[in-house]
């Protein structure tokens, strides 16, 4: 019976293929009322010219979501005219069933695809709010952006959706097709966990932190605030009494200007030998839009925390800017960084600090090539990562860059040209005292809708304490045809 749902799923794909527009993705492929079908096929030929070795590698992956509930907002909204009243809002939600099939090799029947493994409905959404409302003043029984948590800074990028792909539920529970080499595909950040990018973060939403929490404020249109408090065990358990209590504040002083402040203090948590900390965040973020594309956004925080049992102050400081080149809702995939439409484009810029010295940086860039280019058919990408500038931990500091440039002729040649540089890193956070040289060099095709060619060379040498390694190389033919 699978089989045959297989072939009908297939057949309808087919009634399709001539249509839709050209992307590096394919076409999204309408299945019933409610669901999608994608199908992604490839072939690549590779040549080792290190030892001389050929081969072929073919993939063939079919992925069914059907939506039980589309992607909306959903709850009751505040009645207007009313007094008191129940605000139940669930933002972006979905239930979604989310199907993969796939397999590797390319002499198989089409029972190769069938894995038998059960998925289940999938719940996902942005935000839960539940509240009863009176004019601007609100309680709120339940509320997901309401928690026990400070980190209003940290170093940002344009690539920030792709360096935390792992928080994508498909990416996590391994819903999806081959995602290593679909999502955060190039593993940034390169410098792995040499780059922390949190500095503090003081963070009680782990299982076991906290019971319940309890909050009530009030909402304006330039300004808000929430106070709020939390248990650690319900009251039949919570015997040492321990107890979380803070704010969140929200001003808006004039237009395009946005203040957040938080902070939370701990009670009594240090009874069973856990920390007890003190902490405030404030954050300032502008947007100076020089055009509806062309958008500029400086950004500035601090986030404070005093360990009263073991009295140590942690600090940490930071800010940059992100410049949007498309508009800061554009969003973007990209053949070989993500496949979701996860990326805006423009450039970012960040550093930060902390108490003791320890000063990163990170530089991004991302424009893919097109009549839409910042620079028309010019583009590509860049990422630049540079940790403990000041050597406080070592006895240099740690970089990494990873740059790729591309020109689009007629949109449907695309020469390019990649390199990188980085330490060797094994554990994560271990130097061997080698860097890798990356280069790339190839040209990306795509001839007609929902077939491409990616013809290209690559080398990854190695520069030791004992000398240089080259690589002689690998040369790879891709083919592959999406929808």
């Given amino acids: 019976m699978v089989r045959k749902i297989i072939v009908l799923l297939l057949c309808a794909a087919y009634g399709y293929a001539q249509s839709g527009t050209p992307s590096?993705?394919?076409?999204?492929?309408?299945?019933?009322?409610?669901?999608?079908?994608?199908?992604?096929?490839s072939t690549t030929f590779a040549a080792d010219l290190n030892d001389g070795s050929t081969g072929l590698e073919t993939k063939a992956g079919i992925e069914l979501v059907l939506d039980l509930f589309?992607?909306?907002?959903?709850?009751?909204?505040?009645?207007?005219?009313?007094?008191?009243?129940?605000?139940?809002?669930?933002?972006?939600?979905?239930?979604?069933?989310?199907?993969?099939?796939?397999?590797?090799?390319?002499?198989?029947?089409?029972?190769?695809?069938?894995?038998?493994t059960a998925r289940p409905l999938i719940l996902s959404f942005d935000s839960l709010t539940s509240d009863v409302v009176w004019k601007n003043f609100f309680l709120r029984v339940v509320g997901t952006q309401t928690v026990m948590?400070?980190?209003?800074?940290?170093?940002?990028?344009?690539?920030?959706?792709?360096?935390?792909?792992?928080?994508?539920?498909?990416?996590?529970?391994n819903q999806a097709l081959w995602i290593p080499q679909r999502y955060n595909i190039q593993a940034f950040p390169l410098l792995k966990g040499r780059l922390d990018r949190d500095l503090v973060d003081v963070d009680y939403r782990s299982a076991g932190s906290v019971s319940g929490v309890i909050a009530g404020g009030a909402e304006f249109d330039k300004f808000s605030f929430t106070l709020k408090a939390a248990s650690k065990a319900k009251g039949r358990d919570n015997n040492d009494n321990a107890w979380l209590a803070g704010a969140d504040v929200s001003v808006i002083p004039f237009e395009n200007l946005k203040i957040d402040a938080t902070g939370f203090a701990a009670v009594n948590y240090d009874a069973d030998g856990a920390e007890n900390p003190s902490t405030a965040g404030i954050a300032l973020e502008y947007r100076l839009p020089f055009s509806d594309a062309l958008?500029?956004?400086?950004?500035?925080?601090?986030?404070?925390?005093?360990?009263?049992?073991?009295?140590?102050?942690?600090?940490?400081?930071?800010?940059?800017?992100?410049?949007?080149?498309?508009?800061?809702?554009?969003?973007?995939?990209?053949?070989?960084?993500?496949?979701?439409?996860?990326?805006?484009?423009?450039?970012?810029?960040?550093?930060?600090?902390?108490?003791?010295?320890?000063?990163?940086?990170?530089?991004?860039?991302?424009?893919?090539?097109?009549e839409d280019s910042l620079i028309p058919n010019f583009g590509g990408f860049l990422q630049f990562e540079i940790a403990d500038i000041l050597s406080k931990f070592g006895n240099s500091p740690d970089y990494a860059v990873l740059a790729q440039f591309e020109y689009a002729i007629n949109g449907?040649?695309?020469?390019?040209?990649?390199?990188?540089?980085?330490?060797?890193?094994?554990?994560?956070?271990?130097?061997?005292?080698?860097?890798?040289?990356?280069?790339?060099v190839g040209c990306y095709l795509k001839p007609i809708n929902y077939f491409a060619i990616d013809c290209w060379y690559e080398r990854n040498d190695k520069q030791e304490t004992s000398g240089f390694t080259a690589d002689n190389g690998l040369l790879s033919l891709s083919f592959t045809i999406t929808m």
Avoid: C, M
């Fill in 24 to 41: 590096d993705a394919g076409s999204t492929l309408t299945v019933g009322k409610n669901g999608s079908l994608g199908l992604e096929t």
């Fill in 70 to 116: 589309p992607r909306a907002d959903r709850g009751a909204p505040i009645p207007e005219g009313q007094g008191a009243a129940v605000r139940l809002q669930l933002k972006n939600a979905a239930f979604t069933w989310w199907n993969t099939y796939q397999t590797t090799g390319g002499n198989y029947e089409q029972d190769n695809f069938n894995s038998w």
């Fill in 149 to 173: 948590r400070t980190n209003l800074v940290s170093l940002r990028s344009i690539f920030d959706d792709v360096i935390d792909a792992d928080d994508r539920f498909y990416v996590f529970k």
């Fill in 295 to 370: 958008i500029l956004a400086p950004f500035a925080g601090f986030d404070f925390s005093y360990e009263t049992t073991k009295d140590k102050t942690t600090w940490e400081a930071g800010g940059g800017a992100l410049l949007y080149t498309r508009g800061v809702d554009t969003r973007l995939s990209y053949r070989i960084l993500d496949y979701d439409d996860v990326l805006p484009t423009g450039f970012s810029w960040s550093a930060h600090i902390n108490d003791e010295s320890q000063f990163n940086a990170l530089f991004s860039w991302f424009d893919p090539a097109g």
């Fill in 412 to 440: 449907k040649f695309f020469p390019y040209l990649r390199g990188g540089y980085k330490p060797e890193i094994t554990d994560a956070t271990t130097r061997t005292g080698a860097f890798i040289i990356t280069s790339a």
